[in-house]
């Protein structure tokens, strides 16, 4: 009888508490679900805070393994595209390496970004903060899918191992720096209080990702009969070494 | 809502590392034994993790060694010292009962342990990056080197970090926050003592090359480690 007087349910509409107009979500647009890894490509170039509103969204996990995807995806054409340099197996093992570089890279600095962003007061899941840093990543693969036709070009007009290594460089941290603004202004929309936190992590980043391409090396030049390197060296050391 | 949190709920690491007074000051207030074991099980497989990774360099049985030494001085320290700290507080000018001032400590270990955790996986890659043991001697000696000021340098972090997270929490308890340095000082004093002889005692953590891998050194209980920097500094300007 009462239930002719009760106010409809609310319970089913989508979790929106972007009440400040500076919030991902605070656009209608940005409150769009992302179907499909082309609309995931896209939102990361042209709406990164649809990424960022979708991502905080309890049911995230979609999407962050279509941003996962797009970076397996796209490091293993890139990384395709280092291996014609030499040619040969070089091409396929060049891909898996760069897709190894990426993802084994986010692994070891998962952990420590999420222990950051709790000391800098940021309010984010693990789960969340996973999408992020698959959002960054995905920026970065994405992007190097733009380089690759200039690195194509490169490596047929060089034989300097040095020189493609360099331009590789380049090219990879271009890229992370974008991936490293998107990451910076999500966590701005996750109320993080400090930002030392977060810039000490990009440091530890990208030293990581160098010495991972290290780690794994070679994979600009043609390989030496392992998978891995049988000496270990620092990155530095390794490209001292390259430029002698 | 979060002061609601179950004593075994996960979710108290992330409250414990943002500072989220409201709950922290609830745990402190009401003693729960099964709360106090989380935060001891959190220490032991942050800082083991930890300790695994540094003590993987030298061997498997190191890595143990390590993974089993590190969680055991943070929980030395605490305990030794529980009685001291406990003392300290009221007559610093913060009046918390034994155990909270035991609790506190133990969150503020916690705090440390949890990053010393998160920093393991990327101190197993600077490990696996490093030349190993068998590889030449000025090489080895570099990364034995390099290891042990990484090893230092993130220790130094995470005490740094869990430091600034306690005076923080003591100036909530105490609402002043000259008694919250104060107190702070006198806990860290106590605790450095303690926790650099412990560290003394059990060393090795690393392993030194050069020398046998074991538990404890045969000279573990000879000498203190002010005796041995006092020596090292003597020797250092005699020439």
Redesign the interface.
């Known amino acids: 009888m009462n239930e002719s007087i009760l106010p409809p349910p609310v319970a089913s509409a989508p979790p929106v508490c972007a009440l400040n107009p500076n919030d991902p979500g605070s656009d209608p647009a940005e409150r769009a679900p992302i179907r499909g890894p082309l609309a995931a490509v896209a939102a990361i170039l042209r709406q990164p805070r649809r990424v960022m509103h979708q991502l905080h969204q309890p049911s995230s996990g979609n999407l962050a393994l279509v941003l996962l995807l797009i970076v397996a995806g796209c490091s293993l054409v890139y990384g395709g595209v280092v291996g014609t340099f030499s040619g040969g197996a070089q091409i396929w093992v060049a891909a898996l390496k760069t897709m190894l570089v990426l993802l084994a890279s986010a692994?070891?600095?998962l952990?420590?970004l999420?222990?950051f962003a709790?000391?800098s007061?940021?309010?984010v899941r693990l789960g969340e903060l996973t999408g992020l840093l698959a959002g960054e990543l995905a920026l970065v693969a994405v992007l190097l899918i733009g380089f690759a036709p200039v690195a194509w070009v490169f490596g047929r007009s060089t034989e300097s191992v040095a020189a493609m290594g360099a331009l590789h460089l380049v090219f990879g941290l271009v890229a992370t720096g974008f991936g490293l603004r998107f990451l910076a202004s999500a966590f701005r929309n996750l109320n993080a209080r400090s930002k030392g936190g977060l810039r000490l992590w990009m440091v530890?980043w990208v030293t990581?990702m160098l010495?991972?391409t290290?780690?794994l090396r070679p994979i600009v030049s043609p390989a030496a009969g392992t998978f891995l390197p049988e000496?270990?060296?620092?990155f530095l050391q390794h490209w001292i070494e390259c430029l002698k | 809502m979060n002061a609601g949190l179950a004593p075994y709920d996960l979710r108290q690491?992330?409250a414990l590392?943002?500072?989220e007074w409201q709950m922290i000051n609830a745990w402190i207030a009401e003693w729960s034994l099964p709360r106090a074991v989380f935060h001891v099980v959190t220490i032991v497989i942050g800082a083991g993790l930890f300790g695994a990774a540094v003590g993987g360099w030298r061997a498997p049985l190191q890595a143990a060694y390590t993974a089993a030494k590190l969680p055991l001085i943070i929980l030395l320290t605490v305990l030794g010292n529980a009685l001291l700290n406990g003392m300290f507080a009221p007559l610093l000018g913060l009046n918390l009962r034994f155990r909270q001032s035991l609790l506190a400590i133990l969150l503020s270990f916690t705090t440390a342990a949890?990053?010393l955790?998160?920093?393991?996986?990327?101190m197993?890659?600077l490990v696996?990056?490093?030349?190993?043991l068998a590889?030449d001697e000025a090489a080895c000696s570099t990364a034995y080197r390099f290891i042990q000021i990484t090893q230092a340098a993130v220790i130094a972090v995470a005490g740094i970090?869990a430091n600034l997270r306690l005076v923080q929490l003591l100036r909530q308890l105490s609402g002043s926050a000259a008694a919250a340095r104060r107190v702070l000082f006198a806990w860290l004093a106590g605790n450095l003592l303690l926790g650099s002889q412990l560290a003394w005692i059990l060393r090795p953590f690393i392993g030194s090359p050069n020398l046998p891998l074991e538990f404890l050194r045969p000279n573990a209980f000879e000498g203190n480690f002010y005796e041995t920097l006092f020596r090292a500094f003597k020797q250092l300007f005699a020439g």
Do not use: E, H
């Open positions: 692994l070891i600095c952990p420590s999420y222990v709790c000391l007061g940021a309010d530890i990581v010495q991972m290290t780690a000496t270990k060296q620092f | 690491v992330p590392l943002r500072g949890v990053i955790g998160a920093f393991s996986p990327l197993w890659f696996w990056n490093a030349p190993p590889a970090v």
